[in-house]
């Protein structure tokens, strides 16, 4: 089982930028597709971005594409989620997840998960 344990979030104005990061142990990293999600308080949990094994699929949820960039370094077991643009709708606890099986858009892929770093982004 990977341990996954994010880091990067914080307050931030509209506009501003913020890249997280999540640090993977445990596990063969480089065999799991790796994806963001998150959660606004009193919303469901919702899928932001994701990659691939060796980071040749990407997919972006419409709302962040354009402004977030995912990547990931294998030799490192790291994940990284650059977000631009913020917006204050962009407010949310951000969980990195890992997935064994496809299709890694879909929450029920994944089957281990951080336990989330804070993004607050104000007006």
């Known amino acids: 089982q990977v341990q996954l344990v994010e880091s990067g979030g914080g307050l931030v104005q509209a506009g501003g930028s913020l890249r997280l990061s999540c640090a993977a142990s445990?596990?063969?990293?480089?065999?799991?597709?790796m994806g963001w999600f998150r959660q606004a308080p009193g919303k469901e949990r919702q899928f932001v971005v994701s990659?691939?094994?060796?980071?040749?699929?990407?997919y972006y949820e419409d709302f962040a594409k354009d402004r977030f960039t995912i990547s990931r370094e294998n030799a490192k077991n790291m994940v990284y989620l650059q977000m631009d643009g913020l917006k204050p709708e962009d407010t949310a606890v951000y969980y990195c997840?890992?997935?064994?099986?496809?299709?890694?858009?879909?929450?029920?892929?994944?089957?281990?998960w951080g336990q989330g770093t804070q993004v607050t982004v104000s007006s």
């Open positions: 997840a890992a997935a064994e099986v496809t299709p890694i858009y879909d929450q029920d892929s994944f089957h281990s």
């Open positions: 445990g596990g063969a990293f480089s065999n799991y597709g």
């Open positions: 990659i691939s094994g060796n980071g040749g699929h990407q």
